[in-house]
């Protein structure tokens, strides 16, 4: 069993308080949990309006698979139209 982390570091586009962040970081938390069954959670950066970092996690007994699933997430968050990538990271535990 591997437990893949993918940590994101992101700018939200247009946020002019932290409302305008949780509502666009919600509606991306809930397209890509249903698209691909995985955790998704604010972890940092709770108290900047314009930028977040985002962890998602997932478990699976093929590392490969699990892989193809956290980069086929980070693409997902690179092609929302209010949130820009600036760094990412994946760790397997």
Not at 25 to 33: A, C, N, Q
Request: proline content about 0%.
């Amino acid at each position: 069993m591997t437990v893949g982390v993918l940590v994101l570091r992101v700018g939200i586009t247009d946020s002019r308080s932290l409302k305008d962040t949780r509502s666009v970081l919600l509606r991306l938390f809930g397209r890509i949990r249903r698209a691909f069954n995985v955790s998704m959670s604010e972890v940092g950066d709770r108290d900047i309006r314009d930028r977040a970092v985002i962890a998602v996690t997932s478990v699976n007994s093929d590392k490969t698979y699990l892989n193809a699933t956290l980069l086929t997430v980070k693409h997902e968050v690179e092609m929302t139209a209010d949130v820009v990538l600036s760094d990412f990271t994946i760790e397997f535990l």
